[in-house]
């Protein structure tokens, strides 16, 4: 691998930082009944991190190689997800 190339995400701290992001929207809607709010800033840190990366010396396409094989492992972990935990928000 690279030095630029991102590494294998460990799944269990993946759950765990999903957990956290997950907890952290349920409290942002019930306190600022807003769920736009949230969304802005998940999209805010993605941004500041991907310039961070690009400051450390990521390549700007090991980055999109990395964001499009999340996402398609985004939707599947979405796809798996009774529908009753996915219609009230995980």
Do not use: N
Request: overall charge negative; hydrophobic content about 50%; aromatic content about 6%.
């Amino acid at each position: 691998m690279a030095a630029d190339e991102a590494p294998p995400v460990d799944e269990r701290a993946l759950l765990h930082v999903l957990m956290r992001l997950r907890d952290i929207r349920r409290e942002a809607v019930t306190a600022l009944a807003d769920p736009w709010a949230f969304r802005q800033a998940i999209i805010t840190v993605l941004s500041i991190d991907t310039e961070c990366a690009l400051q450390a010396g990521v390549k700007a396409e090991a980055l999109f190689d990395f964001d499009e094989a999340a996402e398609i492992k985004a939707a599947e972990f979405v796809e798996s997800l009774p529908e009753e935990e996915r219609d009230r928000g995980w």
